[in-house]
């Protein structure tokens, strides 16, 4: 009988596609894929350590994981960034593990799978620098796929770290990325999401510039891509090519995501971001007279943040009106420069603006969203909800939603509808952050 593989992933849709590629590997190298812990012979945990939550949440995942060594479960492996980062010390406290393994190891799973079920307690964390890609596993609905155009950063941002964790920034060479997706597409995938630490930044590391807009019309070109969705571009890289890319192509959705993590000009200078107060609201005025939605994410509580910063961004959100949004407090993580700069602020005060922010933002999407009725969006059908014997009910999302972090629209018909298709929806209700419409017939 084939040795049973679980995998619990963990983290971002990065690390989401480095664990897609790992099920492949392991699948190709005749394991079977369980999707319940309790029928795996072997638990890989594929971990995130961008901020003390997440090392947390993945050392409660692999204690929890553990409980099945009682049962049925041989051995667990720890896969990702936790393995990269801090590889040595969970090797010596988390004895739980049977393998501990950084974040390019993904091609030799196989074999260590296969090493730990022969007995044998190994740290894998030696190769630093490589790009993680190859044939997939989807873990999401059929027709939508995250397509990793890089890895790695090289911004250095006072608070992250990442750089420590995935080193320099590193493009997927482009024909590389567009044969993935061509691929993909052949297996039904009509949405790309393309991610990476930065995808403004694409291209630059081979090219000597940046090459997104050029590898949109490359993927534009893929007969069956429906949608391509762009999430973590840099505010100071979202130039005038790339919006007009935006506006101009018909299968780039109107909707680019930009962590700007604040707009005030100190908080932006401590945190060694690019972009200034002034060349942010310059662009999220360019944006919105294109038609383009916004999500974001702001940082609440950095080291010098005070009532009037909070003010500030208040401000930018009541009049920028930003689609999706959202707030983290400041975390304070040993080895990035911010953990040492002076004016930390306390715990409370940063979970409080927090609260305060959401305030603000719900009032701006509750806005944005009654303001959505009555109009017709293209919408892609996510999934099945009910039947109430004249009505379907269908889970699907409009150019704004990105799947899993934003909002949704709930969708009624008198016929099925295709999971995976399109329609044309008229909104007839808004919820807090959700909508709901009618298929035009």
């Not at 553990?66 to 051995?75: E, F």
């Not at 940063?350 to 509750?366: F, G, L, T």
């Amino acid at each position: 009988m084939k040795t049973k593989v679980g995998v619990v992933s963990l983290g971002c849709d990065k690390n989401r596609v480095d664990t897609e590629v790992m099920l492949a590997n392991l699948a190709a190298g005749g394991y079977e894929i369980v999707s319940e812990p309790s029928e795996a012979d072997v638990i890989i945990v594929n971990t995130c350590a961008f901020l003390e939550s997440a090392r947390k949440e993945a050392i409660e995942t692999v204690l929890e994981m553990a409980r099945y060594k009682t049962s049925h479960c041989k051995k667990i492996i720890v896969t990702g960034c936790l393995g990269q980062k801090y590889g040595d010390e969970l090797f010596d406290e988390l004895t739980e593990a049977d393998a501990i393994v950084g974040a390019y190891e993904y091609g030799n799973i196989c074999e260590i799978v296969r090493s730990a079920l022969d007995g044998e307690r190994k740290l894998y964390n030696g190769c630093d620098n490589g790009l993680t890609f190859g044939e997939r596993v989807l873990t999401t609905a059929p027709h939508v796929a995250y397509l990793k155009i890089a890895d790695g950063c090289n911004n250095f941002c006072t608070y992250c770290l990442i750089p420590y964790i995935r080193g320099r920034y590193r493009s997927v060479p482009m024909e590389k990325a567009v044969a993935q997706a061509r691929q993909l597409a052949s297996r039904g995938v009509k949405e790309l999401i393309l991610v990476a630490q930065d995808t403004t930044r694409y291209g630059q590391d081979i090219y000597g510039r940046p090459r997104l807009a050029e590898l949109l019309r490359e993927l534009s070109q893929i007969e069956g891509i429906r949608w391509i969705r762009l999430l973590y571009c840099y505010p100071e890289l979202t130039n005038d090519e790339l919006i007009d890319e935006i506006v101009a192509n018909h299968k780039i959705v109107n909707y680019v995501d930009i962590p700007l993590q604040h707009v005030n000009d100190e908080l932006l200078r401590r945190m060694n971001r690019r972009s200034d107060g002034k060349s942010i609201r310059e662009l999220f005025g360019k944006l919105s007279a294109k038609g383009i939605a916004v999500r974001s994410t702001f940082i609440c509580g950095f080291p010098g943040e005070t009532e009037e910063t909070v003010d500030e961004l208040k401000q930018f959100l009541r009049q920028y009106k930003l689609r999706n949004v959202g707030f983290f407090a400041y975390s304070r993580e040993e080895g990035t420069v911010a953990a040492g700069f002076d004016r930390q602020v306390a715990n409370r005060t940063k979970e409080r603006y927090v609260r305060e922010m959401y305030k603000v933002q719900r009032a701006v999407a509750e806005q944005l969203n009654r303001e959505d009725i009555g109009k017709l969006y293209e919408c892609v059908i996510d999934g099945f909800e009910d039947f109430d014997g004249e009505y379907y009910f269908y889970k699907g999302r409009t150019y704004f939603m990105t799947p899993e972090i934003d909002g949704a629209i709930y969708i009624a018909s008198r016929s099925p509808l295709d999971v995976g298709g399109f329609y044309n929806v008229r909104v007839n209700g808004a919820q807090e952050y959700d909508l709901s419409g009618d298929v035009e017939e």
